[in-house]
């Protein structure tokens, strides 16, 4: 397992780089409003062209993970985020910011398909839940890391924004070395490339029980089925499982929070230092829970960290959204409900979503169903990221924190009826069906 957990923790590190990239752009959003005179149009376009970039790569990360395999798109993944992070941090104008910030966002995509499908296809099955669940952990770290590094770069200087941006360089370097000594996928080799030999190689040095040929003989596809595409009868409820997990991982407004944390807290009446203060807060809270889902989501399963988080993500927006319509902002009931949120947040979703749609679909499919789930949870948190000040000016903060609370109810939904439970199936059985 020391092998394993080691390959496994390099191909998460991806998800460092997601979290960090992800969230810097806090500190820096609100200067480089300013910098370049952009209009709230202009504004919500430049946070969210990431998000943009990163709905383009998840559409597309499934393509070089089964062309290239997965260790070599991770090699490319850490090359982006290296040229992008310079480049952001050096750009002379808005353009070349948004074109660099679009390059950053193809990495995230490209990585939220490749390192949870790349751990998922090394991990045994009593131990994938919290192998995949390293990838959110590191994502969170990024986004705390962010976080703390934006508030300890605050007064850095005209130039503070550019540091905050820059500082990605040194992680994205040390991925890129990294990957040199993480082995290919071997359910990769087996079943795009052919190369049982080396396949069984890895899994010896694993550890793993498992071989080549008893991996072939768990995995059948009916002849009939045979070369159907991904919107065939035969996925269509790993597909709905995907789209709906990746949807309402996002309508509860998780990104809108992270993006716009300092703002938000500013809206309560909180100075500017003390909302970076409560952002980094925010941060810390993912993290711990995010560690302590880890934990417990191979003993407690999927479906159970689900229900549990649904309902504090209920109640908890339910009391923000008061808050707004109240004017209630006297002592710490917005940041403590927002730091309740997101430890509900980091217990149950922000854990499970990779692990599950890393799991529901076969072999021949896990790539591409991925990558959908992938682009469907990027797609709404560039939509919700573009539209938040928009929205959240016009309709103010309490039926902005509404319409979060109303999703999460029919989220409760989907997870009582329509969830099924992947704790303990290996990779070849068709959980959906069983």
């Avoid at 390959?7 to 990239?21: K, M, P, R, T």
Wanted: with cysteine; aromatic share 14%.
């Amino acid at each position: 397992m020391r092998k394993i957990f080691t390959w496994s923790l390099i191909a998460a590190f991806g998800g460092f780089l997601f979290g960090l990239d992800t969230a810097v752009i806090s500190g820096a959003e609100q200067t480089v409003q300013k910098l370049w005179n952009l209009s709230v149009f202009q504004h919500g376009f430049t946070v969210s062209v990431a998000l943009i970039g990163t709905v383009v790569g998840a559409m597309l990360g499934g393509y070089p993970s089964d062309v290239l395999g997965r260790r070599k798109t991770l090699f490319w993944i850490a090359m982006i985020f290296l040229v992008a992070s310079l480049g952001s941090a050096l750009a002379v104008d808005w353009y070349t910011f948004l074109a660099f910030r679009f390059l950053g966002g193809l990495g995230v995509g490209c990585s939220s398909v490749t390192a949870p499908m790349y751990i998922s296809e090394i991990s045994p099955a009593s131990h994938r839940g919290r192998l995949v669940a390293m990838f959110q952990f590191n994502v969170v770290l990024g986004i705390l890391i962010a976080f703390v590094s934006n508030y300890l770069l605050r007064d850095a200087g005209p130039h503070a924004w550019r540091w905050m941006l820059g500082v990605q360089a040194i992680p994205s370097a040390l991925f890129l070395v990294a990957v040199f000594y993480i082995p290919e996928s071997p359910r990769w080799l087996i079943f795009r490339k052919g190369a049982t030999a080396e396949a069984n190689d890895i899994l010896k040095r694993a550890g793993l029980s498992e071989t080549a040929a008893g991996l072939q003989a768990a995995h059948v596809v009916p002849p009939a089925e045979q070369g159907a595409s991904l919107f065939s009868r035969r996925y269509a409820y790993p597909v709905m499982l995907a789209v709906l997990m990746a949807f309402f991982n996002q309508v509860s407004g998780i990104n809108a929070i992270i993006y716009y944390a300092p703002r938000i807290f500013e809206m309560t009446g909180m100075g500017s230092s003390a909302a970076f203060l409560s952002s980094a807060g925010t941060g810390l809270v993912n993290f711990i829970f995010t560690l302590v889902a880890i934990n417990v989501i191979d003993r407690f399963g999927r479906r159970k960290l689900m229900l549990i988080g649904t309902v504090g993500l209920i109640v908890t927006l339910g009391i923000v959204a008061r808050a707004f319509y109240m004017s209630d902002f006297g002592g710490f009931v917005v940041p403590f409900s927002l730091f309740l949120y997101i430890a509900f947040f980091a217990f149950s979703q922000g854990a499970v979503i990779w692990v599950f749609i890393s799991e529901i679909f076969p072999n021949e499919m896990r790539a591409r169903g991925q990558a959908l789930g992938s682009f469907i949870h990027w797609f709404m948190a560039s939509v919700i990221a573009f539209t938040f000040p928009y929205i959240s000016q016009r309709l103010g903060g309490g039926n902005t924190f509404l319409l979060f609370t109303i999703m999460m109810v029919l989220q409760l939904g989907f997870v009582i009826w329509l969830m099924p439970e992947t704790k303990g199936k290996t990779l070849e059985e068709d959980v959906v069906r069983h």
